[in-house]
C-alpha cells in the first residue's frame, strides 16, 4: 500500500511539472557571455520595459530577421553624412589640382 501511494504521488508530481513545463516552456538554451554582457542586457531590457528573456528573444528575432546584417544599424543619418564628407574631402585631396 505504501509503494502504491508513493508511485502515485511520482505521477502526480510529473504530471504537475510536465503541465507546467508545456505551457510555459519552448526550448532552453545555455548562453556564456563575456564580461559584462548580462549587465548591458539587463539595463538594454529595463528600458525597453522587457525581461532579460524577452530582451534576449527580441534581439535575436532583430538581427534574424535584418535583411542589410552588414550595415550597423545604430549609425544615424548625421553620422552617415559626416562620414560621407569625410570620404568626399579624402577623395578630392588625391585628385591633382591645376596649378
Known amino acids: 500500500m505504501m509503494l502504491l501511494c508513493f508511485l502515485l ?3 502526480l508530481a510529473n ?3 510536465s503541465e507546467k513545463d508545456e505551457s510555459n516552456f519552448i526550448e532552453r538554451f545555455t548562453v ?3 564580461d559584462g554582457m548580462r549587465s548591458a542586457i539587463a539595463e538594454r531590457a529595463k528600458r525597453n520595459g522587457r ?3 524577452s530582451e534576449i528573444v527580441q534581439i535575436l528575432e532583430d538581427a534574424l530577421s535584418s535583411d542589410v546584417s552588414s550595415v550597423d544599424k ?3 543619418l548625421k553620422q552617415i553624412k559626416s562620414l560621407l564628407d569625410k ?3 579624402e577623395l578630392l585631396d588625391r585628385i591633382p589640382k591645376d596649378t
Do not use: G, Y
Open 9 to 11: 504521488l511520482i505521477c
Open 15 to 17: 504530471k504537475k511539472m
Open 32 to 34: 556564456r557571455m563575456p
Open 51 to 53: 525581461s532579460m528573456n
Open 74 to 76: 545604430s549609425l544615424d
Open 87 to 89: 570620404i568626399s574631402n
